[in-house]
């Protein structure tokens, strides 16, 4: 094979990975859109909030060290223990759960009935206090995250792919980012898990049962404020499993709230209600910005893939405004 | 009633609010615009705090500045250009003497700004690159180095460990796709005209969260040397790809905006060997540390909590606190008074004289180039150095000695751009004698 046909497949290879990264952060989106119809803009915030509070949590650090020590005078900083990364992780789980139980206590409950907008304004109010809120309890510094993940291209790989060219010719094997490869695993993992939750369980059915018609659902004795909790619950830990993909990558760090710019093509093209909306919608995205970086790129500069991501995203919403999988919406006047 | 209670609380906020703003009347005062928030806060604290640590120390051991305390006004942009020139403008009436916009995009807006306002510009090592010229930019100074002798910096490097010939060599810059990470690229390409190596531009959209197809690239054109021209998480993610897709770290060069301990500890020991350019030195054995430690970070008067110190951004922080000092000091001895205006801050900026005495007496013996600032020349000779990372011991190495640039290069590049400005902006040059 020639070396530019294995570069090629090389690239769609990587935005397939890179979708299913996308894919990730635009999970957590389509779950509380579909069971409560907010738009989360906090969901990149909720990201790197867990993120934080896993490495925080493994590494002993003392919540709000900077400010006990400002009060109080003291110089504390570390529990002095390191824990395991799934105790770790369970415990940022419980912290999830806290979390999400406070915002239905202290915001959600209190918009009820209130127009859409209002709620995607209170979520943008959420991100802003999440994002100081993490900073005064962590710390703004980049924290290194070591969960055992293993990164770097596989040798493996290369080395079996290696002699796909011929002799002589400048291919040095197929590469694969090790990071990436378990993220698709833990991606179709959560799919799976996700599926499975709400077909076979009593609260995956009051689940889509809510995100069908909210009227119809508390008719029937389902308690909006439980599912609400639920659902948080359940994006606070797909924020907590694409916090540690990309926080593996470059730190935990602030920045690590912006990944929701790549998940809003995504959901665009995917559509706001649908899981394998999500998945598919991110598969196209990684592969068509890649695809696009590697072919036109060069005769055009380069750096293509931000706002290429969102002119395809468009020109989906061209034709199919509520998505690939989107749930069509007709309003008879 | 309720109108005037809610009156009255609001007088009270502003007054509060002026009385902790406004300094005492014979401080000398020095406005810190600081990003303490937003992406890039993880750079920016540690830089705000060395260069207020810096100021503390000279209140705390000196007395201040020949006798009157230093004051920081600190702002904060967030490494936005709107509110930094919101920054500018809201403290500029209290006394500024000299700004550190501390961004490129400020520096930009600044310019004009400051200079019809009078009140001079430091942009370290950072800014507009012709702005050396203080023929046309009197106001600004970008001493002691700026982008484009770090990108000779960088050649000279490569070859220095090629004895001198990089011809054919293939050199990649992976930058940030702005203003900032496309000034080295026009001196980039001179000097690969000059040197004969071929250059690959690959650009890096904000922030940089994901670079797999600029490195899939690199992989495929296996570049001899990877210049590396980002800031923020474009560099962690940049060395992290960089060591996936196993580069060799020692032919992998950044700007000094990219050789921070930030940019190669998340990549852990796969970032060994990485080198970055840099005009001062990094650590704490400097005698000044010890007392910083003693007057500063033991009283509690710390801008930080102390951890940052001997960091490379908290050093340059440092670095700039003391060139800022020393040409405080040097307008008061030329005007003959404590109680300088930004005027007179200029012409100390101007008659600046950084040698091994001055360090040494400092307590920071070596700590960055020796230089000169005069009329003509705002940037000094452009020293630079090249640092490298050691993962095992956790800290930067310098490689080499501050050494020059090539000038006959940039020079020329300055001239050119300087020009540029002066025509478009009706700018008759000074006669600096």
């Known amino acids: 094979m020639s070396p530019q046909f294995l570069f090629t497949i090389e690239v769609i290879a990587n935005g397939l990975m890179a979708g299913v990264m996308y894919s990730l952060v635009a999970l957590g989106f389509v779950l509380i859109f579909k069971a409560s119809g907010i738009f989360n803009y906090a969901q990149g915030v909720m990201a790197l909030f867990a993120a934080m509070t896993l490495v925080g949590i493994q590494n002993g650090q003392v919540p709000f060290s900077h400010l006990i020590n400002a009060v109080f005078g003291t110089n504390i900083h570390h529990f002095g223990w390191n824990l395991p990364a799934i105790v770790a992780i369970l415990i940022t789980l419980v912290v999830m759960v806290l979390f999400a139980i406070l915002v239905e206590r202290l915001i959600l409950k209190h918009l009820v009935n209130q127009e859409p907008i209002i709620l995607f304004m209170a979520t943008i109010g959420l991100a802003y206090f999440m994002e100081g809120f993490g900073d005064l309890m962590w710390g703004s510094e980049i924290k290194i995250l070591d969960v055992g993940i293993p990164s770097g291209g596989s040798l493996w790989l290369e080395e079996k792919t290696i002699g796909w060219a011929a002799e002589g010719s400048n291919y040095y094997g197929m590469y694969i980012d090790k990071l990436d490869m378990i993220a698709t695993v833990v991606a179709i993992l959560l799919v799976i898990s996700l599926t499975l939750f709400s077909q076979y369980t009593k609260t995956g059915r009051a689940l889509r049962a809510v995100a069908d018609d909210h009227q119809a659902a508390l008719s029937v004795g389902i308690s909006l404020r439980k599912i609400w909790v639920i659902v948080w619950t359940i994006a606070g830990f797909v924020a907590l499993v694409a916090g540690v993909m990309w926080g593996a990558k470059s730190g935990v760090q602030f920045s690590l709230s912006l990944i929701a710019l790549k998940a809003l093509p995504v959901l665009i093209l995917g559509g706001f209600t649908s899981i394998p909306g999500a998945i598919i919608g991110g598969l196209i995205i990684g592969v068509g910005e890649k695809l696009f970086e590697f072919t036109i790129g060069p005769l055009i500069g380069g750096a293509t893939e931000n706002w290429f991501a969102y002119v395809l995203a468009l020109v989906f919403l061209v034709f199919r405004p509520q998505g690939l999988f989107g749930d069509k919406i007709i309003e008879r006047v | ?433």
């Open chain 2, 1 to 433: 009633m309720k109108k005037l209670k809610i009156a009255a609380l609001a007088s009270l906020v502003c007054a509060s609010g002026l009385l902790m703003s406004v300094p005492a009347t014979a401080d000398l005062v020095f406005p810190s615009l600081s990003y303490r928030t937003g992406p890039y806060a993880v750079n920016g604290i540690p830089y705000a705090d060395g260069y207020a640590d810096y100021m503390t120390l000279v209140n705390e051991r000196d007395g201040g500045i020949g006798g009157e305390k230093a004051q920081i006004l600190e702002c904060e942009t967030g490494y936005n250009t709107q509110k930094g020139v919101e920054c500018y403008e809201s403290t500029k009436g209290q006394g500024a003497l000299v700004y550190h916009p501390l961004s490129t995009g400020i520096t930009y807006q600044l310019i004009p700004k400051a200079t019809a306002d009078g009140i001079p510009i430091h942009s370290m090592g950072y800014g507009r690159t012709s702005a050396a010229n203080g023929k046309i930019f009197d106001h600004i100074f970008n001493y002691p180095a700026n982008y484009w002798n770090g990108a000779s910096h960088a050649v000279n490097h490569m070859l220095e460990v090629n004895g001198g010939d990089i011809k054919g060599k293939k050199v990649a810059l992976v930058y940030h796709n702005s203003a900032y990470g496309k000034e080295p690229i026009r001196t980039l390409e001179e000097l690969a005209a000059k040197h004969g190596y071929s250059l690959t531009l690959i650009p890096v959209d904000h922030p940089g969260q994901e670079q797999k197809s600029q490195w899939l690239q690199i992989r495929r054109e296996r570049p001899d040397y990877v210049v590396l021209w980002g800031w923020g998480v474009m560099n962690q993610v940049a060395i992290q790809e960089a060591a996936n897709i196993r580069f060799p770290m020692e032919n992998f060069i950044g700007v000094w905006w990219s050789g921070s301990e930030n940019d190669v500890k998340p990549a852990g020991p796969k970032a060994n060997g990485y080198k970055a350019l840099t005009f001062h030195d990094v650590g704490t054995n400097f005698p000044v540390f010890e007392d910083l430690q003693k007057y500063v970070v033991d009283a509690g008067k710390a801008a930080g909590n102390g951890d940052q110190v001997g960091t490379v951004l908290y050093n340059r922080g440092f670095y700039a606190g003391f060139l800022t000092v020393e040409a405080a000091k040097l307008a008061q001895e030329i005007h003959g008074t404590k109680d300088i205006t930004p005027a007179m801050m200029r012409d100390g900026m101007e008659a600046l004289k950084v040698d091994a005495d001055l360090m040494a007496a400092a307590g920071l013996p070596g700590f960055g180039p020796e230089f000169e600032v005069s009329c003509d020349n705002h940037g000094g000779p452009g020293l630079g150095a090249v640092q490298q990372w050691d993962a095992a011991s956790g800290s930067w190495k310098l490689l080499s000695d501050y050494a020059e640039s090539d000038m006959s290069v940039i020079q020329p590049l300055i001239d050119e751009d300087s020009a540029g400005f002066a025509a478009e902006n009706n700018i008759e040059a000074r006669n600096c004698g």
